[in-house]
């Protein structure tokens, strides 16, 4: 405490001084009462809540209870937080004059409005105001803005999935009504429907009518049939295996697509209330008595402090 002194002569001059240390103690006593009083300092009442993420897509690495604390954290919250409440004013801060109010603001909000993630990865949300309903009430509006804000940012990502998807859907679209187009000209010019079942019911019709001698007509028909599966029947084959796995590809697609729609229009919350925000009916700050404690005792131990130095420069005189 006073490296010059041993111990004997600190309890020598405690009991020097003891009579002024203990007034000094009883008026800062007295003093740190009145000034801690709501004269001087306007008691504040807290407000909180927890929370738990719910239907929150994190990105990257994100836990979503990081990213639920990314969201509350977020300026537009801030900005429609100092809006609603009209926050500007009731911290009394002159916007007109002050060159730097709103980093006063900020500074103020980020003073009164804390958010800490706990180990049950829940979010604790607390509001410290002179009045306990405007803390519960800023409580429950900071929950309904970052449910509004986590449904904006998924439904601007969702927005973009459906885009991505909507330009796939009509490129397979396009490419599978050009290959129908195909196989309906195949169909209709080359008389091709199925490949494999023609050609093997025509070779045994054509033979039949060529051993039996039977219709010329018949038999050029049947002929015809025949040269047709030979110079069109691969391209028919090949263009309708494709056909057949871009019809999948566009199924998928189009299943992935109305997801992604139904991600856009339907409405979530995205916070699971735990503990409910409610107005404060004991003050949280100041605490009284450990102002008083600690002034007390920061004082008394300085006073000694000099005590000592005063007096052992005069007992070096």
Known sequence: ??????????????????????????????????????????????????????NIIPYAGESPTEQMLQVLQSDDIRRDMFKKFNLAKHYDIDTSKDKYYMSHLINSYNEN?????????????????????????????????????AKSLQREKSEEIVKI?????????????????????????????????????????????????????????????????????????????HLWRVRGMYNDIKSQYENAIKDVEKILTYSNIITSPYPADKKTYPIRWLIVVISTLSTVLLSFIVLGIIDRKKNSL
């Open 113 to 149: 409005v804390t958010f800490d993630r706990n180990e049950f990865q829940s979010v604790q949300v607390d509001v410290l105001d002179v009045d306990p309903f405007m803390a519960a009430a800023m409580v429950d509006t900071i929950i309904d803005l970052m449910n509004k804000k």
């Open 165 to 241: 998807l909507k330009i796939q859907l009509d490129r397979k679209k396009s490419e599978m009504d050009s290959m129908e187009n195909v196989v309906k000209n195949l169909r209709t010019s080359y008389g091709i429907i199925s490949y494999d079942n023609q050609a093997r019911e025509i070779t045994r019709e054509y033979y039949q009518i060529l051993g039996s001698r039977g219709n010329p007509q018949a038999l050029t028909e049947a002929h015809q049939l025949m040269q047709n599966l030979q110079e069109h029947g691969g391209e028919f084959v090949s263009i309708n295996e």
């Open 1 to 54: 405490m006073i490296p010059f002194m041993n111990a004997t002569s600190l309890l020598d001059l405690l009991n020097k001084w003891k009579a002024h240390l203990f007034t000094i103690g009883i008026i800062t006593i007295i003093a740190s009462i009145i000034f801690s009083g709501p004269t001087f300092i306007q008691p504040k009442y807290k407000s909180y809540a927890i929370i738990y993420p719910s």
